[in-house]
C-alpha cells in the first residue's frame, strides 16, 4: 500500500493555519451604501477600459503635470496595495495613462487606477486582466512620456472632497469611498 505525503505547505493540510487575509471577501457597493448611507460616497460615473472588474484598497491620489515619467515611477515604487487614483482633469484632452502606466501600476501592486482625465491605447487596456482601469474619457491626444511632476493631492469631484483617509470600493454598480476608520469598524479590510 502506497501512502501519498502531503507537502508541509499545501492548503489541504489540516496542521497549517489558514490565511485569514485570504478569506476576506470585500464589501459590495450595494452592501456599503446601505450600511453607510450619505456617508458612502459615490464617485462619478467612470468608463471600465479593462476586463478586470472589481476593486478595494485604501486611497492614493496623486495630481499629474507635465508629463508620465513620474507617474510610473510613482506607480512602480510608491502605490503599492492602494487604489490610485490620478487627477489630471487639468490636462484635457491629453491621455495620462496608457499601457505603460498600466503595467507600471501592476508591476508595482497597485489594486487599481482611477483617472480623473483620459487614457490612450484603449486596444491594448482592453486586454489587462489583473488591474482595473476607469477613467472619464479617453483619446488619441498623448501627454508626453518624459518628465512630469506628481503630487500627493486630495479630489474633489461631485462625491465631495475624497482624501487619502478614504477606503474605495469599486464593482459592477458603481465606485464608492468611505472613510477608513469607519470601514474599518463594519468591515474587514485588506
Same mark, same amino acid.
Given at each position: ?8 505547505? #499545501?492548503?489541504?493540510?489540516? &496542521? ?5 487575509? /485570504? ?10 451604501? +446601505? &450600511?453607510?448611507?450619505?456617508? +458612502? ?10 476586463? /478586470? ?6 486611497? #492614493?491620489?496623486?495630481? @499629474? #503635470? ?6 510610473? !515611477?510613482?506607480? !512602480?515604487? $510608491?502605490? /503599492?496595495?492602494? @487604489? ?10 491629453? =491621455? ?5 502606466? @498600466?503595467?507600471?501600476?501592476?508591476? =508595482?501592486?497597485?489594486?487599481?487606477? !482611477?483617472?480623473?482625465? #483620459? ?11 489583473? !488591474? ?19 503630487? /500627493? ?6 462625491? =465631495?472632497?475624497?482624501? $487619502? ?10 465606485? @464608492?469611498?468611505?472613510? %477608513?476608520? %469607519? &470601514? %474599518? ?6
Amino acid at each position: 500500500m502506497h501512502i501519498k505525503e502531503r507537502h508541509p505547505h #499545501s492548503r489541504k493540510n489540516p &496542521m497549517m493555519p489558514k490565511d485569514p487575509a /485570504a478569506e476576506i471577501k470585500p464589501a459590495t457597493t450595494l452592501e456599503l451604501c +446601505a &450600511m453607510f448611507g450619505p456617508y +458612502a460616497r459615490v464617485l462619478p460615473p467612470l468608463f471600465d477600459y479593462t476586463a /478586470a472588474k472589481t476593486f478595494v484598497g485604501p486611497a #492614493s491620489i496623486l495630481k @499629474v #503635470s507635465g508629463g508620465r515619467e513620474r507617474l510610473n !515611477l510613482a506607480l !512602480l515604487k $510608491h502605490c /503599492a496595495d492602494h @487604489v490610485v487614483i490620478i487627477d489630471g482633469r487639468h490636462l484635457a484632452p491629453f =491621455g495620462i495613462v496608457g499601457p505603460t502606466e @498600466v503595467a507600471s501600476a501592476v508591476t =508595482g501592486k497597485c489594486r487599481a487606477l !482611477l483617472v480623473f482625465g #483620459s487614457v490612450f491605447d484603449v486596444g491594448k487596456l482592453a486586454k489587462e486582466k489583473i !488591474l482595473p482601469v476607469h477613467a472619464l474619457d479617453n483619446g488619441p491626444h498623448v501627454l508626453r512620456d518624459e518628465g512630469g511632476k506628481v503630487e /500627493a493631492a486630495y479630489l474633489d469631484c461631485a462625491a =465631495g472632497l475624497i482624501t $487619502h483617509d478614504f477606503y474605495i470600493t469599486g464593482d459592477a454598480d458603481g465606485i @464608492v469611498a468611505v472613510r %477608513q476608520e %469607519q &470601514m %474599518q469598524a463594519h468591515f474587514p479590510v485588506r
